[in-house]
């Protein structure tokens, strides 16, 4: 099976979408029989090449503004249809419009950011995902949703029937050998912590994370500083400006973009995750952290129940109050904070981006299966 994939997110440094193709890219390689194309505007990231030599990779240099909304009409489809990939699949909420209509084609619906929390999106990020989903999704033969929560969501926005609709939750990445106080400590990392991880961006809502944990007790944030990793997104917010306001240089560390090595030992050697999004449609530190055997703290909305299941800690993302109070649960209680790692393990064994990738296969043999019988 010959597989053409939009491979454009692994152009950049990884966000949480970016990471779902890379992993998935991944996994599908390890599936018989399958052949993966991978099409990207720009070089794909070195490191992500690595992991993916089995795949055939085509790329130009359009990989900026409108040069790249260009390619993903011309060259994009050009290339799928000059490979005879037997289907296409969006892993990112697209489709090019120029694919051959007799191709099979699948797309993966993350979230609905643009109707629940379009404010909190870059305004013409906002406007192309409004207009452009529900024409990907009536052009795509099949809808993949990464949580239930998201396809809920789908269905009841546009109509669409459970036959072309998917559930297939993403997966974690297990550790690997993790444990590193030398390198937390060359971040100035040296006492427990509660990590966030994410782009810096207003969905991640920052700012009422950073005040809630300003109006902890001196005690309670000597005993866990406040670790913040990931790359700066938009949104016009200063944190290290607020960091100095609140008060908090000395328990909050502001680390930006950290690798994967990095990334796994914030998450292995954390108190919990706190992740107090205004809105999920997966939330893929929630799974990443409970590989490690980290408990969360996380919202009471859209997808994080269900990611979180019995190893988190709930909280109103849009009450400073709710959050202070989980914030001070989880670092003064010792135990409640081991009962919830307790359970991560039984809770992570629904994520397997091998078992994904598996169902994704058998969604692409579906719509193949389909065309050749209509």
């Given at each position: 099976m010959k597989i053409g994939v939009d491979a454009r997110l692994l152009s950049r440094p990884?966000?949480?979408?970016?990471?779902?193709?890379?992993?998935?890219?991944?996994?599908?390689?390890?599936?018989?029989?399958?052949?993966?194309?991978?099409?990207?505007?720009?070089?794909?990231?070195?490191?992500?090449?690595?992991?993916?030599?089995?795949?055939?990779?085509?790329?130009?240099?359009?990989?900026?503004?409108?040069?790249?909304?260009?390619w993903g009409e011309s060259?994009?489809?050009?290339?799928?249809?000059?490979?005879?990939?037997?289907?296409?699949?969006?892993p990112a909420h697209r489709l090019?419009?120029?694919?051959?209509?007799?191709?099979?084609?699948?797309?993966?619906?993350?979230?609905?950011?643009?109707?629940?929390?379009?404010?909190?999106?870059?305004?013409?990020?906002?406007?192309?995902?409004?207009?452009?989903?529900?024409?990907?999704?009536?052009?795509?033969?099949?809808?993949?949703?990464?949580?239930?929560?998201?396809?809920?969501?789908?269905?009841?926005?546009?109509?669409?029937?459970?036959?072309?609709?998917s559930v297939i939750l993403s997966g974690a990445n297990l550790p690997k050998g993790v444990s590193c106080s030398k390198v937390l400590q060359q971040k100035s990392i040296d006492r427990p912590y509660v990590l966030f991880v994410g782009t810096l961006e207003p969905r991640k809502n920052l700012i009422r994370l950073l005040t809630a944990y300003s109006l902890l007790g001196e005690s309670l944030k000597d005993q866990a500083m406040l670790v913040i990793a990931g790359g700066k997104g938009w949104g016009g917010v200063d944190l290290n400006d607020m960091v100095s306001d609140l008060g908090l240089k000395k328990y909050v560390r502001v680390l930006g973009f950290v690798d994967e090595t990095m990334l796994a030992s914030l998450y292995a050697n954390a108190l919990f995750l706190a992740m107090p999004s205004l809105y999920e449609g997966f939330g893929l530190p929630l799974v990443e952290a409970m590989a490690h055997g980290t408990p969360v703290l996380t919202s009471d909305n859209s997808s994080m129940p269900e990611v979180a299941g019995n190893a988190g800690l709930?909280?109103?993302?849009f009450a400073i109050p709710s959050i202070k109070?989980?914030?001070?649960?989880?670092?003064?209680n010792h135990d409640l904070r081991r009962n919830l790692a307790g359970k991560t393990r039984e809770n992570i064994a629904r994520f397997s981006w091998a078992t994904a990738a598996n169902k994704l296969v058998s969604v692409f043999e579906k719509v193949i299966s389909t065309r050749k019988n209509c």
């Open positions: 990884l966000t949480g979408i970016g990471r779902y193709t890379l992993e998935m890219c991944r996994a599908l390689s390890n599936e018989p029989n399958v052949s993966l194309y991978l099409y990207s505007p720009g070089s794909i990231q070195t490191d992500v090449a690595l992991s993916l030599t089995s795949a055939n990779i085509r790329t130009t240099n359009w990989n900026n503004g409108l040069f790249r909304q260009f060259y994009l489809p050009l290339w799928a249809r000059k490979d005879e990939v037997d289907v296409f699949w969006g090019p419009r120029g694919l051959p209509s007799a191709m099979p084609k699948v797309l993966t619906i993350h979230d609905l950011v643009w109707k629940y929390a379009g404010s909190t999106m870059r305004p013409l990020s906002r406007v192309l995902e409004r207009y452009q989903m529900p024409v990907a999704i009536h052009a795509a033969d099949a809808v993949v949703a990464v949580s239930k929560a998201t396809a809920d969501a789908v269905k009841e926005e546009y109509l669409i029937g459970s036959n072309k609709l709930l909280i109103n993302p109070n989980g914030l001070e649960a989880l670092i003064a």
